[in-house]
């Protein structure tokens, strides 16, 4: 049975398939595939590992008559057509749980890094602009006791709020159902979306891409949020209208943001490129060893399950495939 890798990821994933002598695995290197090579490449084969940047759209998932299973090596599928795979029979798997700590860590960094100047205040120092101490130079707010509003209290968004216990903020939430155990544990309160953006001194993304959350952070949700607010996104790019978020910047509507994820990765809108009360990170909020490897074993493990021991994959996304 072939398993195509659509690109290097850690050798882990080979150490367990290779365990597997019927499984015939071949890795890709180098740039993404388009559409069109996707479908040339999925002809024959019987398990698809994927990465975020490849579109497994509806042509592609038909292109492929053997095909068993889909394994994205991300916790986000929305890069493949669900809808296809459902009914095309083909399970669709994901690498939750070892990425959690990771993003929430970055999240920490990127809320660190912009408030309190990082990247601006490096590129003043580099450039020679350091002439002597200054009481006014680079301001920005305290952390500690201000409030953070978490969109999505999912296991990403509960770690951040465990690990702002540490800065003793109080951390409001917004998500489509209320969690009162995530509550109790994360001393997280409940709110609207509205609240959350009025009431927020850091607004951070945790929300899967979905119809509904696209551009739920649009010019409306902006203009309600505070002059010196910050606005943290380590989820999916489209669910900031980067266009609206580009004009509360430039307009001080915020003080600032950091993005790790973008509209039209790996495009950078133009108008957030000219921006410094903004930072940029080409999506590596999951990017640790720790997180990296352990995502290569779980995808792998999913293909396992599916081609070897027959049976549904522990991290079904399309579990509606089984009704
Ligand atoms: C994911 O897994 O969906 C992240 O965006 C990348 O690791």
Known sequence: MKVLITRKIPRVVLDHLSKHTSLQIEMLEGEPLTEEQLIQKVQDVDALLTIIPDQITKAVINAAPNLKVISTYSVGYDHIDLKAATEK????TNTPGDLTESVAEFTWALILAVAKKIVVSDKYVRSGCFKCWEPLLYMGPRINEKTLGLVGLGSIGCHVARMAKGFNMNVLYYDIKQNQKAELETGAKYVSLHDLLEKSDFVSIHVPLLPSTQHLIDLNA???????????NTSRGPVIDEDALAKALEEKWIEGAALDVFEEEPHIYDKLMSLDNVILTPHIASATREARIQMARIAAENIIEVLINNKTPTNL??????A
Request: aromatic share 4%.
């Open 317 to 322: 996304v399309n579990r509606d495939l089984n």
């Open 222 to 232: 902006l203009k309600k949020m505070k002059p010196t607010a910050y606005l943290v």
């Open 89 to 92: 029979g083909i399970p669709v």
